[in-house]
Nanobody, 126 residues
Framework: QGQLVESGGGLAQAGGFLTLSCTASGRTFKNYAMAWFRQAPGNQRELVATISWTGGGKSYAESVKGRFTISRDNAKNTVDLQMSGLIPEDTALYYC???????????????????WGQGTQVTVFS
C-alpha cells in the first residue's frame, strides 16, 4: 500500500517561487508515474503536472507551462514540483499522487491515480 507525504507549501509573493516535495513509501517508487494535482476552494481538482516512471516523460497543464517543473529522484523516492513566476491563481491545496498501475502512462484524470498525499497549501499574494 502506497503512502505519500508532501512538504514545502506556504506563502509566496506573486512572482516568487516555491518548491514542493513528495516522499513516497510502500510501493516500488521507480515503477510508477507520479503527478501533482491542485484544488482551490470551490473548484474541481486540477491536474498540474505528471512525470513518467523513468522521469523521461513530463506533461503540464497549460496554465503552468513554462513556470512549473516536475522532477523525480528514484533513488530517494521523491517527486518535486518547482514553481516559479507564481500568480495568485496558483493558490490551492497541492496533492501528490501515484499512478494506479506500474509502467503505465496514466490518463490525466484523478481516477488514474491510486494513492494521494494529504495535501500542502500554497498561497500566493499580490
Amino acid at each position: 500500500q502506497g503512502q505519500l507525504v508532501e512538504s514545502g507549501g506556504g506563502l509566496a509573493q506573486a512572482g516568487g517561487f516555491l518548491t514542493l516535495s513528495c516522499t513516497a513509501s510502500g510501493r516500488t517508487f521507480k515503477n510508477y508515474a507520479m503527478a501533482w494535482f491542485r484544488q482551490a476552494p470551490g473548484n474541481q481538482r486540477e491536474l498540474v503536472a505528471t512525470i513518467s516512471w523513468t522521469g523521461g516523460g513530463k506533461s503540464y497543464a497549460e496554465s503552468v507551462k513554462g513556470r512549473f517543473t516536475i522532477s523525480r529522484d528514484n533513488a530517494k523516492n521523491t517527486v518535486d514540483l518547482q514553481m516559479s513566476g507564481l500568480i495568485p491563481e496558483d493558490t490551492a491545496l497541492y496533492y501528490c499522487a501515484q499512478a494506479r498501475s506500474p509502467f503505465s502512462v496514466p490518463l490525466p484524470t484523478s481516477n488514474s491515480f491510486q494513492y494521494w498525499g494529504q495535501g500542502t497549501q500554497v498561497t500566493v499574494f499580490s
